[in-house]
């Protein structure tokens, strides 16, 4: 029996949903099922670095082997994302008999449900299904969006629909291209600086280059939601670095980059924050001109400005902070690879802002008060920054570590240090 797809939206929060598989297409469809705020259950024998991340961070449960049926208990949705049709079609046999959606993505005509090309801008979610075809779906989303972000009175119908003498003709889906960027240019890297956390964060010009992307390099920084735009045929690298965890070295990913652009083919290598700024841009760069491999860098919001932001903290106010420095804390104080000079910062009135120090807080802040910076200084660190996961805690410099291992909070995560901290509260 066959028929037209029927659209709905799915309430998902606090329901189980069971994504079978670890992969690069299982990491780009988790995303939006925690946004949806899923009770996910994610059953492999082993994950990709951006999924392990997900799973050390308790945002959901990890069953370290093969599917079982009683995997189902309770689910509500089931999403297939192995490469083995044998055991996707299993898989979805227990789900048909139990009744619970099934979406697959080996088998798309054999699946239950499917999941939509997405966009979102503020509380408005469009979803797009093509029939079967993906790109199509991408294509009419991407045009949506486009068109929901120019604004009302700039809605028009694309110039193929245009009639004669500049009348609007009939707007038809089946001619909108495959793909909303045909002419992509292939044999280039972009370094696309993804921002803080927040999708809607990234700038225009990397959200096309993203759109243009075969092959995309992220990392654990990245907004997931990003992921879950992009196309099947794109080929996702997992470079995830999870601190003191499993990583992809950057010699691997320099060699990724330039491989897959000397085969012709458009790369962005999609970075958290701003590629620039502890983002090993610089490095990546370096490799690939050196391999002779043009390469675009796109700027990105850095979360050193907008965590702080997203917390109601500026970095700089006037009459209270007239300068602020960025800093790496991913090295102790007493480190000899260390090349941050603390008993120095501790003598500047401005403001402080510290990246991956949380592992190494106390011994930072101790060092800081040891050379001069008071004690009662106003702190605040800011986990997961401008995401529907931000956690924030204020405190002061002297007991800021202890309250956040009281806390719980985890990287990554902005320590912000400076009167700046209590400059907007009212």
Same mark, same amino acid.
């Given at each position: 029996m066959s028929g037209s797809p029927y659209p709905l939206g799915l309430r998902l929060a606090g329901r189980r949903v069971v994504v079978v598989g670890g992969g690069v297409v299982a990491t780009r469809r988790v995303p939006a099922l925690l946004d949806a705020g899923a009770d996910v259950l994610l059953v492999a024998p082993e994950l990709t670095p951006a999924l392990r991340a997900h799973a050390d961070a308790g945002r959901?449960?990890?069953?370290?082997?093969?599917?079982? =049926?009683? @995997?189902? !208990?309770g689910a509500w949705l089931v999403q297939v994302a192995v490469d083995d049709p044998t055991a996707a079609a299993a898989v979805s046999a227990v789900a048909d008999e139990r009744r619970i959606f099934c979406v697959r993505a080996d088998d798309r005509a054999a699946a239950t449900a499917w999941t939509p090309a997405v966009t979102r801008q503020g509380p408005v979610t469009v979803a797009v299904l093509g029939g079967g075809d993906p790109r199509r779906a991408m294509a009419v989303r991407d045009a949506v969006r486009d068109l929901l972000a120019a604004g009302p009175g700039r809605l028009a119908p694309p110039p193929a629909e245009v009639g004669a003498g500049g009348a609007p003709g009939p707007v038809g889906v089946d001619r909108w291209p495959a793909s909303p960027h045909p002419t992509r240019r292939g044999g280039q890297v972009a370094l696309v600086g993804a921002g803080p956390g927040d999708p809607e964060l990234i700038t225009v010009k990397g959200r096309r280059l993203l759109a243009e992307a075969e092959v995309v390099v992220t990392d654990r920084l990245v907004p997931g939601l990003l992921l879950d735009e992009l196309g099947p045929e794109v080929e996702l690298v997992d470079a995830a670095k999870i601190p003191y965890g499993p990583a992809c070295t950057q010699e691997e990913i320099n060699r990724i980059l330039?491989?897959?652009?000397?085969?012709?083919?458009?790369?962005?290598?999609? &970075?958290?924050? !701003?590629?620039?700024?502890?983002?090993?841009?610089? %490095? %990546?760069?370096?490799?690939?001109?050196? $391999? *002779?491999?043009?390469?675009?860098?796109?700027? *990105?919001?850095?979360?050193?400005?907008?965590?702080?932001?997203? =917390?109601?903290?500026?970095?700089?106010?006037r009459a209270v902070a007239h300068e602020f420095t960025v800093v790496s804390g991913h090295l102790p104080p007493d480190?000899?690879? #260390?090349?941050?000079?603390? %008993?120095?910062?501790?003598?500047?009135?401005?403001?402080?802002?510290?990246?991956?120090?949380? &592992?190494?807080?106390?011994?930072? #802040?101790?060092?800081?008060?040891?050379? *001069?910076?008071?004690?009662?200084?106003?702190?605040?660190?800011?986990? %997961?920054?401008?995401?529907?996961?931000?956690?924030?805690?204020?405190?002061?410099?002297?007991?800021? $570590? =202890?309250?956040?291992?009281?806390? *719980?909070?985890?990287?990554? $995560?902005?320590?912000?240090?400076? @009167?700046?901290?209590?400059?907007? @509260?009212?």
């Amino acid at each position: 029996m066959s028929g037209s797809p029927y659209p709905l939206g799915l309430r998902l929060a606090g329901r189980r949903v069971v994504v079978v598989g670890g992969g690069v297409v299982a990491t780009r469809r988790v995303p939006a099922l925690l946004d949806a705020g899923a009770d996910v259950l994610l059953v492999a024998p082993e994950l990709t670095p951006a999924l392990r991340a997900h799973a050390d961070a308790g945002r959901l449960r990890w069953q370290r082997r093969r599917f079982a =049926a009683d @995997d189902l !208990d309770g689910a509500w949705l089931v999403q297939v994302a192995v490469d083995d049709p044998t055991a996707a079609a299993a898989v979805s046999a227990v789900a048909d008999e139990r009744r619970i959606f099934c979406v697959r993505a080996d088998d798309r005509a054999a699946a239950t449900a499917w999941t939509p090309a997405v966009t979102r801008q503020g509380p408005v979610t469009v979803a797009v299904l093509g029939g079967g075809d993906p790109r199509r779906a991408m294509a009419v989303r991407d045009a949506v969006r486009d068109l929901l972000a120019a604004g009302p009175g700039r809605l028009a119908p694309p110039p193929a629909e245009v009639g004669a003498g500049g009348a609007p003709g009939p707007v038809g889906v089946d001619r909108w291209p495959a793909s909303p960027h045909p002419t992509r240019r292939g044999g280039q890297v972009a370094l696309v600086g993804a921002g803080p956390g927040d999708p809607e964060l990234i700038t225009v010009k990397g959200r096309r280059l993203l759109a243009e992307a075969e092959v995309v390099v992220t990392d654990r920084l990245v907004p997931g939601l990003l992921l879950d735009e992009l196309g099947p045929e794109v080929e996702l690298v997992d470079a995830a670095k999870i601190p003191y965890g499993p990583a992809c070295t950057q010699e691997e990913i320099n060699r990724i980059l330039v491989d897959r652009a000397r085969a012709g083919r458009a790369v962005v290598r999609l &970075k958290g924050g !701003d590629p620039y700024v502890f983002g090993r841009g610089g %490095e %990546e760069l370096l490799a690939c001109a050196g $391999a *002779g491999v043009p390469v675009t860098v796109v700027p *990105g919001v850095t979360s050193a400005i907008a965590a702080a932001a997203g =917390a109601g903290v500026p970095v700089t106010h006037r009459a209270v902070a007239h300068e602020f420095t960025v800093v790496s804390g991913h090295l102790p104080p007493d480190s000899p690879a #260390s090349m941050v000079r603390w %008993e120095h910062l501790a003598g500047l009135r401005g403001t402080l802002v510290i990246l991956m120090g949380l &592992k190494n807080l106390a011994a930072i #802040s101790a060092t800081l008060v040891a050379h *001069g910076r008071p004690a009662q200084t106003p702190a605040v660190v800011v986990q %997961e920054g401008t995401t529907g996961a931000q956690r924030t805690i204020r405190s002061t410099l002297g007991v800021v $570590a =202890a309250d956040v291992a009281a806390a *719980g909070l985890r990287p990554p $995560a902005v320590v912000v240090v400076g @009167d700046v901290v209590g400059a907007l @509260d009212f």
